[in-house]
């Protein structure tokens, strides 16, 4: 049980890490690692869901593409869905791509279509009798960002088909990018005139299309070329991916010079081989080369996975490396409160950028590596913000080069650092008060499945902090409407909404407020299982952590022993928490500031919807599954929810001939049919609210 415990715990911190550098690649263009970084807890991510299929959750990013657009921009649903690739590193994966594909289409040899992989920005351009009409990015696969009115600045981007007959409809997929000429042209007059010089032409075209003054991307020489279509109504018929290209080029789009038709594993190596000779001479940045199954008809038969096509893989390169000294080995405190050591370099020119910095991950990749302050190091960076040290060359160490060792005390507040030990990340434990943390414990606070305080987005939270209004959530409930309006880009109206949803979540139930806290380890299931159990903050605070901890390890010994009897299990102490997360919440409430908080949280109003504790409640629905389906006329799904958990109940996403009710409001949909055809008892609210002692 605990391993699962386990396996399910890493799955959620790997989605929510994913997310979060997705958020940063895609939505932000500040990517925080390295693609190469990104993708080892893809990949990680993806082998765990592989081998425990019960851990994939829709919300996963291994189901989805990339992050949501930004809404500054319209938003475009896309017609067909732009979907990514899987990735192949080793010749064996490209072999493995390959037999998975002969397989799949029952023939000894095929033909792929092979051509360079662009590290620009995923566009989409929709043509409509042959006129330019809408360009998107890709956002998250299904919705991008308008961004036409920049796209028609981009020279490469005809705005009108060369051709007498156009097609009703041509949607047009490839990569907005900079040429390296003009990637160093841009550089050299941000030097001229003294401002900050852009990192890698991928980040420079990202932003300059995703400027909302579209003659800021106009002044700049961005391009575009094309790798596929999208959907489409009156093109010609076409049977291969090279002949899409091919007539994408007759129309004046730019498409990859050197792309090739290939046939077998042998075509594709050396086709890989011929472009990585190529590389620093193409006049465009590349992280790899594309293979894709060339007939069309053989495509449309092998289909696709949730997040990519099973008829394409991106064949990427290695990381360039150059050699360099670490001057010195510092801590960086996330907004997480994950500590993450930082090797100061010696100047090292290395993928295309000068590089002073580089992540050494966590202690264990320290450690791994044995990386030492005055050792000569071998720092990987191609094309990424955050260049690594690969490894150390041993035989140039100094002489009494210490080992390092991650602080016992954050460098920003000085709260005690914990590592629990199924993790390799350390942390602070200031929580709602670390400077570090700040911004994210009040958008985690505000957030809709926390105290749901509508209006309180990332930005505005930006500038609160940004301006001494906030340091802890408590602060909130301090704001006024003229606080509010006295910030950038908030009207009288804006601000008095924002100040009425913060007075209004001053009443949500206990498991909300303790989910809102932030302590690591405790997601929404676990704070229902502490609001169950406690029955009020109160409660919660005045427990006996270290005895409760030393209690679940004694049940869990003797379970294991009556186990290996054959007999009936314990009840376990707080069922579902194990001493890890336990331990977590135990060091996050014996921080006499995260107490503050609470305390200054509670005098300013906010009231914690109290339960009576789990020992002296009824129970009612307990051990009984139910599914919620449809718009309920009072409740939330998510209150709704929560009430029944109260009383002893478990909601599930599906209905099963194991679902005991099914509780159904306005537009139920599938989910009331099935339950329907199953012989489920269906419910109304009222009848919920009944069930339940309302």
């Not at 765990?48 to 949501?68: I, M």
């Not at 907004?335 to 580089?358: D, H």
């Not at 602080?407 to 434990?429: D, G, L, N, Q």
């Not at 390890?553 to 022993?561: A, D, F």
Request: aromatic share 6%.
């Amino acid at each position: 049980m605990s391993a699962s415990r386990d396996l399910r715990a890493r799955a959620a911190a790997l989605r929510g890490e994913i997310e979060r550098h997705n958020h940063q690649y895609y939505g932000l263009d500040a990517p925080l690692i390295s693609d190469a970084e990104y993708d080892a807890l893809f990949r990680e991510l993806q082998a765990l869901e592989a081998g425990h299929p019960e851990l994939v959750t829709p919300q996963s990013p291994t189901q989805r593409v990339g992050t949501a657009p930004q809404d500054q921009f319209g938003q475009v649903r896309h017609r067909l869905p732009m979907l990514s690739l899987g990735n192949a590193f080793e010749p064996a994966e490209v072999a493995a791509f390959d037999r998975r594909v002969r397989e799949g289409l029952g023939e000894d040899e095929v033909e792929y279509a092979a051509e360079p992989k662009f590290d620009g920005l995923a566009i989409n351009l929709t043509y409509v009798d042959g006129v330019f009409t809408q360009g998107a990015t890709r956002g998250d696969g299904y919705t991008g960002e308008d961004v036409t009115a920049n796209l028609r600045t981009v020279r490469a981007i005809p705005l009108e088909l060369p051709v007498t007959q156009p097609p009703a409809l041509l949607e047009v997929r490839g990569e907005v990018l900079m040429h390296k000429r003009d990637f160093e042209a841009l550089n050299a007059a941000q030097r001229a005139k003294g401002e900050r010089e852009y990192v890698n032409p991928r980040n420079s075209a990202a932003g300059t299309l995703r400027q909302l003054d579209p003659r800021i991307t106009a002044a700049r020489n961005l391009t575009f070329y094309a790798y596929g279509v999208g959907a489409s109504e009156g093109t010609p018929k076409f049977e291969r991916h090279s002949e899409v290209l091919d007539y994408l080029a007759q129309n004046r789009f730019r498409v990859a010079a050197e792309r090739q038709v290939v046939r077998g594993v042998d075509g594709l190596m050396a086709f890989y081989a011929k472009i990585g000779e190529k590389r620093a001479a193409l006049p465009y940045d590349i992280d790899g080369v594309v293979y894709k199954v060339n007939a069309l008809s053989s495509q449309e038969r092998l289909g696709f996975v949730a997040r990519a096509p099973r008829f394409a893989v991106a064949h990427k390169y290695p990381a360039e490396e150059a050699v360099s000294e670490v001057l010195a080995i510092e801590v960086q405190v996330g907004r997480t409160g994950a500590l993450t050591p930082v090797a100061r370099l010696k100047p090292v020119f290395v993928g295309g950028v000068t590089v002073t910095n580089a992540t050494l991950h966590n202690l264990d990749q320290v450690r791994a590596k044995d990386v030492r302050i005055g050792d000569t190091v071998i720092v990987r960076r191609a094309g990424d913000v955050i260049p690594e040290v690969a490894r150390v060359v041993p035989e140039k160490r100094v002489d009494g080069a210490a080992q390092w060792d991650m602080p016992e005390a954050c460098p920003i507040c000085k709260s005690k650092v914990e590592r629990i030990e199924s993790e390799a990340v350390f942390r602070c434990t200031g929580g709602l008060f670390c400077g570090a943390q700040r911004k994210q414990a009040v958008i985690h606070y505000a957030s809709r499945r926390a105290m749901d305080i509508e209006g309180l987005g990332e930005k505005l939270v930006d500038q609160l902090v940004e301006t001494g209004r906030v340091h802890t959530p408590a602060d909130l409930y301090k704001l006024d409407a003229a606080d509010l309006a006295a910030l950038e880009r908030m009207a009288e109206k804006s601000a008095a909404n924002v100040v009425a949803a913060i007075r209004e979540s001053k009443h949500r139930t206990l498991g909300r407020f303790v989910y809102a806290l932030g302590m690591h380890h405790v997601g929404e299931e676990v704070a229902k299982i502490l609001a169950q159990h406690f029955g009020s903050i109160e409660g919660l605070l005045a427990a006996d952590w270290i005895a409760l901890i030393d209690e679940k390890e004694r049940v869990q010994k003797e379970n294991t022993r009556r186990r290996n009897r054959g007999e009936a299990l314990m009840d376990a102490v707080l069922p579902g928490i194990g001493p890890e997360i336990m331990q977590s919440v135990a060091n996050f409430l014996a921080q006499s500031h995260n107490r503050d908080v609470i305390r200054e949280l509670l005098e300013r109003g906010v009231k914690p919807e109290s339960l009576a504790p789990a020992a002296r409640r009824s129970g009612k629905v307990t051990g009984k599954t139910f599914v919620l389906t449809g718009t309920l006329p009072n409740l939330t799904r998510d209150e709704a929810a929560e009430r029944i958990v109260a009383e002893g109940g478990r909601v599930t996403g599906s209905v099963s001939k194991k679902t005991d009710y099914v509780v159904a409001g306005a537009d139920a949909g599938s989910k009331y049919e099935k339950a329907q055809a199953l012989g489920v008892t269906i419910l109304e609210e009222q009848d919920l609210l009944k069930l339940l002692g309302f």
